[in-house]
């Protein structure tokens, strides 16, 4: 089955780009303008990804994400005119998994889309996902793709679970940046340094909510290890 995506931007020239990038790429795409109708397309029908704008009038990209995330874990891919916004769109408890800044390659848009989609849903699940993953009251279950604290839910996007999975799996060593991602996106992806920061503090701040707040410490000049989630 091809993956469905939403894509919802208020330029017609760039909702036709992306969706022709996707669909060559074998995905099958719906497009909206505006941010009204894409939380009403989602309602319909549940879309395994959303291209998200952050500029579209009237309910703007964060705000659509924002209401998403109240019922919903789809991923969240958004398209930003200005690099500076990256922390305000990745900031905590926005949900967002990846960015992508305009102009863009249509390529890279469709790479970052397939790394999520990957991510989110694996096909294959490694031997390793059968196991489950504790520290503390922290635990992970890839196969399920279910995370708790305390027996808490935690809700994670797919990139998020996949950083927690690549502390747990290293529970003793502190990881730089580089491998902190390595953990969350395949292939040859430039992720920036900020886009890391912002999903390690994302994590943190859903940890902090349920009562723990040293999932991720930070080793200074060095990188992050995970604390004891105790």
């Not at 009038?57 to 916004?85: K, M, N, Q, W, Y």
């Not at 102009?103 to 989609?117: D, G, K, Q, Y």
């Amino acid at each position: 089955m091809p993956h469905h995506i939403l894509v919802a931007d208020d330029d017609p020239h760039i909702r036709e780009v992306i969706c022709f990038a996707l669909e060559k790429a074998g995905m099958k795409t719906a497009a909206v303008s505006d941010g009204a109708a894409a939380l009403q397309a989602i309602e319909r029908r549940t879309p395994d990804l959303v291209v998200l704008d952050i500029g579209m009038p009237e309910i703007d990209g964060l705000e659509v994400c924002r209401r998403l995330r109240h019922t919903s874990d789809v991923p969240v891919l958004f398209l930003s005119a200005r690099d500076e916004e990256i922390d305000r769109i990745l900031g905590l408890e926005m949900g967002g998994d990846d960015y992508v800044t305009k102009p863009f390659s249509p390529r890279e848009l469709v790479a970052r889309v397939n790394v999520i989609l990957r991510r989110a849903r694996p096909a294959a699940p490694e031997p390793a996902d059968d196991r489950q993953f504790a520290q503390g009251k922290l635990t992970l279950a890839p196969a399920s793709h279910a995370a708790a604290f305390d027996g808490k839910p935690l809700a994670l996007t797919g990139i998020e679970f996949s950083i927690l999975k690549g502390f747990l799996a290293r529970p003793t060593h502190v990881l730089d940046r580089e491998a902190v991602m390595a953990s969350a996106y395949a292939g040859k992806i430039h992720v920036a340094d900020r886009t890391v920061d912002s999903h390690i503090r994302n994590i943190r701040a859903k940890l902090a909510a349920v009562g723990c707040p040293e999932v991720i410490e930070t080793v200074h000049g060095v990188g992050f290890r995970l604390g004891r989630c105790g």
